[in-house]
Nanobody
């Protein structure tokens, strides 16, 4: 079955960096766009970044442009989210997503940015 497993979250101070990973299984990873979303307490889940199958085109939410970078390694079935210059507003649970017949989600990884 489809499985998405996120890791790499943690607690950091403003201005620091984190790198999230999502390992996928159960589908042909190299043929699907992959997305990152996040959900802050009391808020709806929101789009963060998208990367196409070949990894040559990426899209970002305005709130993270210039600070976050999405990448993928199709040989490892893994998608990454490099997050630099983190801000308190980036505090959320971050989820990996793929649309494979329907939306599939991982369990999420917590990112907390606080001084």
């Amino acid at each position: 079955q489809v499985r998405l497993v996120e890791s790499g979250g943690g607690s950091v101070q403003p201005g620091e960096s984190l790198r999230l990973s999502c390992v996928a299984s159960g589908f042909n990873f190299s043929r699907y766009p992959m997305r990152w979303y996040r959900q802050a307490p009391g808020k709806n889940r929101e789009f963060v970044a998208n990367i196409l199958e070949t990894g040559d085109r990426m899209y970002y939410a305005d709130s993270v442009k210039g600070r976050f970078t999405v990448a993928r390694d199709n040989s490892r079935n893994t998608v990454y989210l490099q997050m630099n210059n983190l801000k308190p507003d980036d505090t959320a649970v971050y989820f990996c997503n793929v649309y494979f017949y329907f939306d599939r989600w991982g369990q999420g990884t917590q990112v907390t940015v606080s001084s």
